[in-house]
Every structure is written in structure tokens, then in C-alpha cells.
């Protein structure tokens, strides 16, 4: 399963449970308070991640809801960050292809059946609830398959450029992502391209 298919999966989970009241409750004599859904966000995105050549496409994905929204560079993208966890955060992803790092025993070449090579993520923005501030979560892994993707957690910051409108800027670190060879993904890698250890996959 990609990072991008994983995510979608577990938010859903997520929501479906706040939405059925999974956990806790009220007493035997008083009700259950009701608790609403807070309203979501929006903030403006301004992407300023390069996506490695030949790679194309957009290089940033963020998760709202069920729903993937790519972040093109160039003018501001406007996302819903919705309250997920307690506080307003919101996962996204680095595209292209890159390969894990094997860190132990099980951890490759497809642990729980992750794709490999994969986008990077174990990423997310958090802000404010008045977006007053803004800042990077790093090995954000609340979900199913990323703690298993390449980590882009180094590799990106962001920084509040606005509250009103709230406006983020994404942007790289000096320690750039590798892409694998070619951009070759899970399907195209073959011969040399494939690092010791590594055995494409595709879900």
C-alpha cells in the first residue's frame, strides 16, 4: 500500500470513529456531552519543494480528509487542516521515488507490504486554531504504513509566512532527499537501480 493510499485509509478510520463516538462516554446517570466537530481551516500552501529531476509532477501531496490534494509550485494551494488528534494538523508527502532506510531486522524489503520504492513522508504542518503559529511535525507515523516510507522529516520546513490568511510556506533543507535512479518507481526499477537490500514492490 502507498504512503498516499495508507493515509487515506487510517484518516477515514479516524473520522468514521469521531463521527460514531468511538471512546469513552458518560456516566450510568447524566448524558454524554455532545461534542461538535470543529470547523477546518483553510491555509494556503506555497510550495517551494523542488521535485527532483526527471521526476514530474507536482512534489508536495497533502492529506485532507480522505481526500489527496497535490500542491503544484507556484501560486498558494488552499487545504482544509481539520482538527486530527486534538490539534489542527494536517500529513502530506514529498512526491517522487526514493528508497527507505533499512534501519533493522524485517525492515525491508516490503515490511507490512508498503511499496518500495515509495514518496517520502512522516511528515505534517500543525498550526494555530487562530494560525497565529505554524510549525513542521516530524516523524508523524500515526499511520499504517508510515513509519515504513522513505522519512522526509529532515528534508523540509515550514514556516508561517501569514496568519490572515493563514498562509504556510514549505520549503527544502540542505538535506535534500535522494531519488532513486532515474526516478524509477516500483515498477520500472530494475539491474543496478535496485540498492542492496531493496526489492521493489508494488501494492
Known amino acids: 500500500m ?25 456516566s450510568d446517570d447524566a448524558p454524554a456531552p455532545t ?13 517551494q519543494m523542488p521535485i527532483p529531476a526527471p521526476c514530474m509532477g507536482p512534489s508536495l501531496t497533502f492529506f485532507q480528509g480522505t481526500t489527496p490534494v497535490d500542491v503544484p509550485a507556484g501560486p498558494p494551494t488552499t487545504v482544509q487542516v481539520a482538527q486530527l488528534f486534538g490539534v ?6 514529498v512526491n517522487g521515488w526514493y528508497w527507505r532506510t533499512c534501519s533493522g531486522p524485517g525492515d525491508c524489503p516490503n515490511p507490512s507490504n508498503c511499496q518500495n520504492p ?15 503559529t505554524a510549525k513542521l511535525v516530524q516523524n508523524f507515523s500515526a ?40 526516478c524509477c518507481s516500483c515498477s520500472s526499477c530494475t539491474g543496478s537501480q535496485i540498492p542492496a537490500g531493496q526489492t521493489p514492490h508494488c501494492q
Not at 489542527?88 to 508527502?93: E, H, N, R, V
Not at 515509495?118 to 497565529?132: F, H, K, R, Y
Not at 504504513?145 to 533543507?173: G, H, K
Open 143 to 182: 499511520f499504517t504504513c508510515d513509519t515504513m516510507v522513505p522519512n522526509a522529516s529532515d528534508a523540509v520546513t515550514v514556516t508561517l509566512q501569514s496568519s490572515n490568511p493563514c498562509t504556510v510556506v514549505v520549503a527544502p533543507t540542505s538535506t535534500m532527499l535522494t531519488p532513486t535512479d532515474q
Open 2 to 26: 502507498s504512503l498516499r493510499a495508507s493515509l487515506a485509509t487510517i484518516v477515514a478510520g479516524f473520522a468514521a470513529c469521531v463521527a460514531a463516538g468511538c471512546g469513552g462516554g458518560g
Open 88 to 93: 489542527y494538523q494536517i500529513g502530506f508527502q
Open 118 to 132: 515509495d514518496n517520502a513522508g512522516q511528515v505534517a504542518v500543525e498550526i494555530a486554531p487562530d494560525c497565529s
Open 35 to 47: 461534542v461538535g466537530t470543529p470547523a477546518p481551516i483553510a491555509m494556503m500552501v506555497v510550495n
